[in-house]
């Protein structure tokens, strides 16, 4: 689907800085790719999040690369980067931070938690008691943290990348729905195949942590840089066709009969968003249908509640999204 010839006098801003996002794109990919060995899929799609201003939630089992994921992509944006372990004695103040008494002063002082970081790291989310994932719920939505009645802006540009491994269940939280919602996608890593493998063995043989290749990556894009970016991807042209489109997902999500409770509102805004990500990563400064499909099987399995549940919710949740998508008749061209 064309864009309407209305839409077609792109702002020349746009150009520019679409040329210049296209570009940088690239450079990171590239660079992501090789410390995060055959997981092309999955390295797009965290900066896919990245530029359209969302988070993401990598479950998968242990030893696969997520948290190198995470730490790839940061280093890349060259930003400021907090690792959390989460455990179930994390307090929330260890996450958004806590006001401290200044006995010289006699003052309280804000002494700012993990959470303030371009690039947040939160490993094993769902090993931490439901009142600590709570805490970043003001974090990840409104990019910023209230302590004792006051509020504290975060980094601009704020990312959240949480890991957790979906098969163990002993000593774990599962994230409620509303933390779910808040993350823009979900991946899952998957094991790679023989020669990434083999290539892993080749490039990770040093013990040493200070060895790891992704501490030999160099920035790629500073963050004043990501923030145009991110910008450039608001741009992004959305024709009537497309936004209805992605509301006939959303609703056929609630009414299909495997599915108890489907897609929020909150979710076609986050499903819109990655659209135009990924028509702009391609070079586009408009969306198209076949951009809204590419996006919606990371965007929504994670949300859906289905009736029945099985041993492999994800998977259950996976084909039900696919039986949703290919319901949903796509718009025709002008």
């Not at 055959?38 to 696969?64: I, M, N, Q, S, W």
């Not at 991946?187 to 195949?193: L, R, S």
Request: aromatic letters at 4%.
């Amino acid at each position: 689907m064309e864009p309407s010839p209305s839409s077609q006098v792109l702002d020349e801003a746009w150009e520019a800085g679409g040329e210049q996002l296209t570009a940088t794109t690239r450079s990171m990919l590239m660079a992501m790719d090789s410390v995060v060995d055959g997981k092309h899929t999955a390295v797009r799609t965290a900066l896919l999040v990245l530029l359209a201003g969302g988070h993401l939630l990598v479950e998968d089992v242990p030893g696969v690369g997520k948290t190198l994921l995470a730490r790839a992509l940061a280093r890349t944006v060259g930003g400021s980067v907090k690792r959390i372990q989460f455990t179930p004695d994390l307090l929330p103040g260890d996450v958004t931070g806590v006001s401290v008494f200044n006995q010289d002063r006699h003052t309280f002082e804000f002494r700012p938690g993990a959470v303030f970081a371009n690039v947040v790291i939160g490993d094993e989310i769902n090993r931490a008691s439901a009142k600590t994932q709570s805490a970043l719920l003001e974090c990840m939505e409104e990019h910023q943290v209230t302590v004792d009645g006051t509020t504290h802006r975060l980094d601009e540009p704020f990312m959240v990348v949480a890991t957790q491994n979906p098969v163990e269940s002993e000593g774990t939280y599962p994230l409620p729905e509303a933390q779910r919602d808040r993350f823009m996608a979900r991946i899952t890593m998957g094991y790679p195949d023989a020669e990434a493998e083999l290539q892993m063995l080749h490039t990770h043989q040093d013990p040493r942590p200070s060895a790891a290749p992704v501490n030999r990556l160099q920035q790629v894009a500073s963050t004043e840089q990501v923030l145009r970016m991110i910008e450039a991807v608001s741009r992004v042209h959305v024709a009537d066709p497309v936004a209805r489109y992605v509301v006939d997902l959303g609703r056929a999500s609630r009414e299909h009969p495997e599915v108890l409770v489907g897609a929020s509102p909150r979710s076609l805004l986050q499903l819109l968003r990655a659209a135009k990500a990924e028509a702009a990563i391609r070079g586009r400064a408009f969306v198209t249908p076949q951009d809204v499909a590419a996006v919606v099987p990371v965007v929504f399995p994670h949300r859906l509640m289905l009736r029945r549940r099985s041993t492999d919710e994800a998977a259950q949740a996976d084909a039900a999204t696919e039986r949703i998508l290919h319901s949903v008749p796509v718009p025709a061209g002008p």
